[in-house]
């Protein structure tokens, strides 16, 4: 019986490279899939970590679900993805833990990435995006969910 090999997130990063003037879809999850993103606080100091690093990357869609975030950017300089999340991610688990008045995790470790290719429809991605929470069944309509944006509106 052959084995299945044990990647871990790093590995899978192995060989990649990030480019300046690309689009990128990250998905990044919470630890334990935990709804922090419940509380309209949570999910603002984590907008507030994206805008920080706005020189980095130019967020072009995002929706902010209870327990995990899709982002649709361009990043900006040469910055790797890796270390861009890793600072978001920093950040936001910093301000959320002081918030909560918590310690301890709030992301899980990796993050989920494509490269948007250039015949790929940047609306219709952005569309794909923050239509999630209706998907979900979260909403009937998007204005009921205030945790997204879009540059083309």
Known sequence: ?????????????????????????????????????????????????MKYEAVHARTLAYVIMPDHLHWLFQLRTDMELQTLLQRIKSTSAHRINRYLGRSGPVWQQGFHDHAIRSEEDLRARARYVVANPLRAGLVASLRDYPRWDAIWL
């Open 1 to 49: 019986m052959a084995r299945t090999p044990n990647f871990h997130s790093c590995d899978l990063r192995k060989g990649r490279v990030s480019l300046a003037k690309h689009v990128y879809l990250v998905t990044t999850i919470t630890h334990d899939r935990r709804r922090f993103f419940e509380d309209f606080r949570c999910s603002r100091l984590l907008c507030c970590a």
